[in-house]
Nanobody, 126 residues
Framework: QVQLAESGGGLVQAGGSLRLSCAASGRAFSSYAMAWFRQAPGKEREAREFVAAISWSGGRTYYADSVKGRFTMSRDNAKNTVYLLMNSLKPEDTAVYYC????????????????WGQGTQVTVSS
């Protein structure tokens, strides 16, 4: 069982930066692949968009085309925490950002993830 708690969201102007954190509780965090998804305003839960994923070791990362080159995902297994550094933010990045976990292998489909946090709101003003 893994419990996830996101933090770090807020209001930022276009072009600005934010760093999201996701703290995990439970054992064997280092055995879990982690991901960030986002849900834009007015979108259904099933329409959450894949943002980034990282392997259990942190050695591999994957990004959606829409954020590639602007966002960086990392993890610190000693602290049971993953991060999402978001630079050059755009108004279209406005969404609730969710952290998710699945055992071992990374994936880009939300249905592949077993554990989810409550989300943190990111709002980018133009």
């Amino acid at each position: 069982q893994v419990q996830l708690a996101e933090s770090g969201g807020g209001l930022v102007q276009a072009g600005g930066s934010l760093r999201l954190s996701c703290a995990a509780s439970g054992r064997a965090f280092s055995s879990y692949a982690m991901a960030w998804f986002r849900q834009a305003p007015g979108k259904e839960r099933e329409a959450r968009e894949f943002v980034a994923a990282i392997s259990w070791s942190g050695g591999r990362t994957y990004y959606a085309d829409s954020v590639k080159g602007r966002f960086t995902m990392s993890r610190d297994n000693a602290k049971n925490t993953v991060y999402l550094l978001m630079n050059s933010l755009k108004p279209e990045d406005t969404a609730v950002y969710y952290c998710a976990a699945r055992f071992q292998l990374t994936a880009q489909a939300m249905g592949e993830y077993d554990y989810w946090g409550q989300g943190t709101q990111v709002t980018v003003s133009s």
